[in-house]
């Protein structure tokens, strides 16, 4: 039962650690929450949903459809919504992409109504390894996930690009002083994100299905990001498997009194001993 | 003439002797205000009053929020944990343990002020958005255990409140406009406390915390006690417009705790004006208003044949997002721009900028 | 400056003002033309595809029978405010549509505790409220003169699974699971369960309970199959429960299972997959027809769809309440006579006996009863049909 409970919660975790690189991504470069984050999610699985019903395209080119409506989506609402907020205090931008979600929810709702659909491209019965099932969702999910950890921390690394989102992150005064062209990285960070968002829906489509509310798994998601110390790739992604697995084994073992509420728990706690997360590094700041 | 600087909500501003004497002086638009207030159920008709009631209920939760964030910086996502707390100890002392409606309003208050403390104390290490992360953990935290102390407070099929109080002489009706009254001079004391509080040494100690904590410390505040103390008044208020809102409605359950309800008064901060007191009052009003408001012209436009929740939910959240996009510093913020366009008006620069009030909680 | 002051006050209040003005119809929501029936009803929130199923299906019988030429000559209207799952909203609805558009009766609801946090309101306004879309037994019980219950709750639901199990299943001491949210219909549930449990005499029933806003069910799932379950009940929405189901089959967890009304869709089927078909096979305890078979009632609503609301292409079972709903309304507002008051239609819905619907067990009210039914029907998810087949009569708890 252990082994079971310790792959679902990998690949819940994983979702979880999709969600949590979106959030971790625009506010990273921006020091912006985005709550919008789930809503974008949701928006580019009704695309894909909509790619492979009403267009006809087949699995993979609606996926990829899909993506690039994220990344669109993301950036068109950054330059649309954001970026007139650029210098402003944060709350205000926090609740514009909040107003952004209301508007993207009730936009698929008036488009797809509120019934929930279904989009299941890894449909198919459970492999079993060994004494493990695991269902094809899952195996896909901890798969398309490492590989993009993996993309992600050598596009940081070795691409131009990555290394002057990297700059930004660090010091914003400085890579504009360089030449860095700022405002076109933060547009393409939040397209970046809104992609994220994509691979992030269409993996958690199949199993929460695609209905208007299900952006709602975005605040499911935050303590994720807080957990690895939000503004770390990393982080987020120990963050989402942490959290992932400490739900399921809590689910497993702990009365249900305290059950829902363990993650929590554990993240009071975690904050308590760090107050910025596992995976923080010394900032400076300025008095 | 003697000048000296002070911070009124987030703008620093140089006074002089003059500029007190009248700024005492302008205070006289209260009176109208307050009358206003206190007359307007002569002109409405039930339902409004009872809008007005549940107004009444959610400026005191908005102000409370605002004394935390909008004073000193400490975001939350907790306040519909508070408002819930409030509206069960309410209940529970009044409809439980049978304790006369005033002393239990207070000792909602007081209750939701002590538990603010365990979490108040924590919160002292954290910052800025991992606060408002941990406060988020506290709401789901208080749902499970309203479901857990079932025997308490009824689990998960809900607390029944009574809609009446007996405030000694006269038995009020939640609905009626004897409670508009009661409920609205409360929402006055809260405001002018806040206000007062604002302009207090404790008010600047918060003040100087939200804008900067390293600077605050340095200067000889104690970041533990106000902090605390911050987190104690305004959690306070927000049991008080709880169970204020319990009485209103009638009834309570856990399912009204949740975060959207949080997330719903700092919309209010934000469209009204942070860290004004008087904005956080205008936000209340535009925001419980303005869905009614959107259904109102929305129908008298449309015919009733066309489904219309989905649109007027959409109207709702562009509102928000190009006011947003508009006027980051909300209703408030705009006014001062306004004012000062009018205070100095042959004077005046052609284009009146956007002021930034620059803080952040990090 | 002071001008500028004035004026914006004046300016607030007289778009408060705006808000205030209402139009005022005939007190009680009925005049020569027009009967206004209300609702307050979850358009926007998180089970807002129930609310506007519910709405639609109202919608579409009140045109059929204002087509048909009225109740006496009068037409319905059917206002729905959206309270999106808030009670407060739910509330502040009500008052809305009791004191502003003056609605005559209140007709169908969302969720449990909406109706229950109205429940005082009711009794002093004496406004009943028809159809309330909560299975639990708070909506009768204690009993309250204005609320005029539909379904079998979740209580009556675990007892006839109980029964079930017993007499037609032949199965001596199973295991029984339970897997409901934890809200007031997961109480009620385990309520019935273990009433009825302890009546014939087997052990206590396994409890698993998850919360709205979970997404994941494999720990439930898990704890079920370590208890060797031999017979599971889950009384939840559609979509969480092709979850569970799902879960199920990868966990090769193989116990009889049960669903609940929201699962007799076809839009469920396609969701769950082949997961519908594993095992042992699936049966839902439905409340209503299934609008797809060939019974009367079936007939009459894919009818009514056809000529009234065509657009709809893919009628589902929320419709189908909220058509059943509005159809025992307009025979209690047929029988309260051509003069009609609030009075008169409780007094008339309380002479209902055995009322056929063609669409829920006949209902039932009486001076002492609110209950409307106890009796579920169980439908059975068919491999070869894509569909459920009935598979029992109108089963009464015992």
């Known amino acids: ?287 | 003439m003697r000048t000296f600087s002070v911070k009124i909500g987030s703008r620093r501003i140089t006074l002089s002797d003059r500029m007190i004497q009248e700024n005492d002086y302008r205070k006289w638009w209260i009176i109208p205000v307050v009358a206003g207030v206190y007359l307007l159920p002569l002109f409405l008709n039930e339902y409004s009053i009872y809008l007005m009631n549940m107004l009444a209920a959610t400026i005191i939760g908005a102000v409370a929020l605002d004394i935390l964030c909008g004073f000193c910086g400490q975001l939350s996502l907790g306040h519909a944990a508070f408002i819930g707390i409030g509206a069960y100890s309410y209940g529970i002392c009044h409809m439980t343990l049978a304790i006369n409606p005033i002393f239990s309003l207070f000792i909602a208050g007081f209750t939701g002020a002590f538990v603010s403390l365990l979490i108040g104390i924590p919160s002292l290490r954290l910052k800025g958005l991992y606060l408002a992360i941990a406060t988020m953990g506290f709401t789901f935290i208080t749902d499970e255990a309203v479901r857990f102390l079932r025997a308490w407070t009824n689990g998960v099929e809900g607390f029944k409140i009574s809609r009446i109080i007996d405030i000694g002489f006269v038995q009020l009706n939640s609905g009626d406009a004897g409670f508009y009254y009661f409920i609205y001079t409360l929402v006055i004391v809260a405001v002018i406390f806040s206000r007062l509080l604002l302009e207090s040494k404790i008010g600047r100690a918060f003040t100087s915390i939200r804008d900067s904590d390293v600077a605050a410390e340095v200067s000889g505040i104690n970041i533990l006690l106000y902090k605390v103390l911050c987190f104690a008044i305004s959690s306070f208020f927000a049991s008080l417009s709880g169970a204020l809102m319990g009485i209103i409605i009638g009834m309570i359950s856990p399912e009204d705790i949740n975060i959207m309800q949080s997330i719903n008064y700092l919309i209010m901060l934000v469209i009204g004006g942070m860290g004004v007191v008087y904005g956080a009052v205008i936000g209340a009003v535009l925001i419980t208003f303005l869905p009614e408001w959107i259904s109102m012209l929305s129908n008298s436009f449309l015919p009733m044949t066309v489904d219309l929740s989905i649109l007027q939910y959409l109207i709702f959240g562009l509102l928000i997002l190009f006011f947003i996009v508009f006027e980051p510093n909300g209703v408030y913020g705009r006014w001062t721009v306004v004012k000062g366009y009018f205070k100095t008006f042959p004077f005046n620069e052609r284009k009146v900028g956007r002021i930034a009030w620059i803080y952040r909680w990090r | 400056m002071k001008k500028i002051k004035v004026l914006a006050i004046v300016g607030l209040c007289v778009a408060c003002f705006l808000s205030f003005t209402s139009n005022t119809i005939a007190d009680t929501g009925v005049n020569k033309k027009v009967i206004l029936v209300g609702g307050s009803l979850d358009l926007t929130g998180p089970a807002a595809f129930m609310g506007q199923g519910v709405k639609r299906g109202i919608n579409l019988y009140f045109n059929k029978v204002n087509a048909e030429g009225g109740i006496h000559g009068r037409k319905l209207k059917y206002i729905a405010e959206d309270d999106g799952y808030v009670v407060a909203k739910t509330v502040s609805n009500y008052k809305k549509l009791t004191l502003k558009s003056r609605v005559f009766c209140l007709l169908g609801s969302t969720g449990s505790v909406g109706p229950k946090a109205l429940k005082p309101y009711l009794e002093e306004d004496k406004i009943p409220l028809v159809g309330p879309y909560g299975y639990t037994s708070a909506m009768f019980r204690p009993f309250h003169t204005y609320l005029f219950n539909i379904y079998a709750t979740c209580e009556d639901q675990a007892k006839i699974f109980v029964d079930y199990l017993k007499t037609e299943l032949k199965l001596e001491n199973p295991v029984i699971g339970l897997l409901a949210e934890d809200n007031e219909i997961g109480q009620d549930t385990i309520r019935g369960a273990e009433a009825q449990v302890k009546k014939v005499g087997w052990q206590a029933p396994v409890v698993e309970l998850y919360k709205r806003s979970a997404i994941d069910f494999s720990s439930q799932v898990l704890r079920l199959k370590a208890k060797n379950v031999d017979a599971l009940f889950f009384p939840v929405i559609s979509s969480h429960s092709a979850q569970i189901l799902k879960e199920c089959q990868k966990a090769n967890f193989q116990p009889l299972l049960f669903a609940t009304a929201t699962a007799t869709d076809l839009r469920f089927l396609k969701m769950a997959g082949d997961s519908a078909y594993f095992g042992k096979g699936l049966r839902s305890f439905a409340t209503q027809i299934n609008h797809r078979d060939n019974s009367s009632g079936a007939e009459e609503f894919r009818a009514a769809i056809a000529k009234y609301d065509p657009s709809n292409k893919d009628p589902n079972s929320f419709n189908l309440f909220g058509y059943g709903i509005a159809k025992i309304l307009c025979e209690g507002l047929q029988q309260a006579g051509a003069d009609l008051t609030r009075e008169k239609l409780i007094s008339a819905l309380e002479k209902m006996d055995g009322y056929e619907t063609g669409i829920f067990a006949p209902m039932t009210y009486g001076p002492n009863n609110r209950q409307g039914t106890d009796s579920v029907r169980i439908l059975r998810a068919d491999h070869n049909k894509k569909d459920f087949v009935i598979e029992t009569g109108w089963l009464h708890p015992e």
């Open chain 1, 1 to 287: 039962m252990i082994i079971d409970g310790l792959i679902n919660g990998i690949a819940l975790g994983c979702i979880y650690a999709l969600v949590a690189l979106g959030f971790v991504l625009i506010y990273k470069a921006t020091h912006v929450i985005n709550f919008a984050q789930g809503e974008i999610m949701m928006f580019c699985s009704y695309i894909c949903y909509a790619g492979s019903t009403t267009f006809h395209f087949n699995f993979i080119l609606s996926f990829f459809f899909a993506v690039i409506a994220g990344f669109l989506l993301g950036a068109l609402l950054e330059r649309l919504f954001i970026r007139p907020l650029i210098g402003y205090p944060i709350l205000p931008v926090v609740i514009a992409t909040i107003g952004i979600a209301m508007v993207l929810q009730s936009v698929a709702a008036l488009i797809w109504t509120f019934e929930p659909q279904k989009l299941d491209p890894f449909s198919g019965s459970p492999y079993q390894l060994w004494k493990v099932s695991i269902s094809p969702v899952h195996l896909w999910t901890i798969i398309i996930t490492f590989i993009l950890i993996f993309l992600f921390s050598l596009f940081f690394r070795h691409s131009l690009v990555g290394i002057k989102l990297r700059a930004i992150a660090e010091d914003l005064i400085g890579s504009m002083a360089s030449g860095i062209p700022v405002r076109r990285m933060y547009n393409f960070t939040w397209g970046l994100a809104g992609a994220i968002g994509a691979v992030a829906g269409i993996l958690v489509a199949p199993v929460i299905f695609i209905h208007p509310h299900m952006g709602s798994i975005g605040l499911r998601a935050l303590p994720a990001a807080v957990l690895g110390s939000f503004g770390s790739i990393p982080g987020a992604v120990v963050g989402g498997i942490v959290l992932g697995v400490s739900e399921t084994i809590a689910g497993l073992y702990l009365p249900k009194e305290i059950k829902d509420v363990f993650p929590w728990l554990l993240l009071f706690l975690v904050l308590l001993i760090r107050p910025e997360g596992i995976f923080y590094t010394y900032e400076q700041k300025k008095v």
